[in-house]
């Protein structure tokens, strides 16, 4: 089968580029082009591509506005390009929420450690999302308007600054009822709209530390991690050297450096370590790395659950922690971007339960609190 793709954007050399990159693959051709976004839309109307490349900055109408109204109008899964920059995470985070479902940086040989892998990365992320035609509208309909666009700005929170970084006052006691230490999340491709959508729905006093592993650059995860705190009841930072875990505080792992969990329960604090530590380690930050280390930490009392993403990262740390007694869940095929990771874990019946993300944070909620 051949997939249709309408590439967006205002550089006809990045066009060229990006065409000639697509059709080397013989499963992808591209079905056409557009100079910028209102262009796009007349496009994908009347193209009705499998997946649309968009750049974010374009005159007439940049590639936010183009989201949004294509997926008001005619909902097609789009993979933003972004520059490196804390302007361009911030740009892409707004995308995301606009309803694109992956990023890739305009330079993507940034994203491998060469030029043929990241070439076969880009191919292979966009038949990903192909294989999702239909899922968009669902998917954003479902998600998208009741986590990301209704979410309404919370009252300041008691926060005190430690070292630049927001760090919410905890008055929670260490000693709980809760039988769980740790909450663990790992995901990849359409993870920062899922993890929007269960973080945001946790309350300010959520019993235990919540440990997270999102496939991302370096220069996106400090702007993710603060969007998050904006939006949410609990603290979300980007996780730092030497920081203690704390109950009620989610600690995102920074891009491009592993993150792991040393010491004792009660008393674990964050290392991170650069990638040469772990040099057999595909992805920077590993969900296998971190879970792994968890294990070693809490043993059985953690909650770890995958979210959407390509490929396997996080089926190895899972499986070690299903060895020392954890309880491990997935979110379910129907509501993935892309159904890799929790399918590795669930074909390897290391998943104990799958759920719709929809209902994911009301699940976690039954299973810690009650």
Known sequence: MTY?????????????RIKQILEADPDLEVAGEAKNG????????????DVVTMDIEMPVMDGITA???????????????????????????????????????????????????????????????CGRKMFGASYLSRITSSSLRSAKPLAPKNVIKVATKLVTKTHLSSANSCHYACLAIGTSTGG?????????????????PVVMVQHMPSSFTQAFAKRLHDLCKITVKE??????????????????????????AGNARVVISE?????????????????????????GNVLAIILTGMGAD?????????????????????SCVVYGMPKAITVAN???????IAHMASHIKNEILD
């Open 67 to 129: 989201v949004k109204r294509i997926m008001a109008s005619n909902p097609v899964p789009i993979i933003m390009f972004s520059s490196l920059t804390q302007a361009g995470a911030q740009a892409t985070l707004d995308a995301l929420d606009a309803g694109a479902l992956d990023f890739l940086p305009k330079k993507f040989e940034d994203i491998a450690a060469d030029r043929k892998e990241a070439i076969m990365l880009f191919q292979n992320r966009v038949k990903a999302l």
């Open 275 to 299: 990638p040469e530590r772990y040099p057999c380690a595909a992805y920077k930050p590993s969900v296998d790395v971190t879970f792994d280390s968890l294990a070693h930490v809490y043993s």
């Open 239 to 264: 996780a730092a050297h030497g920081d203690t875990l704390k109950p009620g505080v989610c600690y995102l792992a920074p891009g491009g450096k592993h993150m792991t969990i040393e010491g004792r």
């Open 38 to 49: 209102q262009e796009a839309l007349t496009l994908v109307a009347s193209l009705r591509p």
């Open 4 to 16: 249709r793709i309408l590439i967006v954007d205002d550089s006809t050399f990045c066009r060229r």
């Open 314 to 334: 996080g089926r190895e740390g899972c499986k070690t922690l299903k060895a020392k007694g954890a309880k491990i869940w997935a979110q379910d095929e129907q």
């Open 192 to 208: 920062p709209v899922a993890l929007q959508k269960i973080l945001t729905e946790l309350p300010s006093d959520f019993p235990i």
């Open 350 to 356: 290391i998943s104990e339960a799958n759920y719709d």
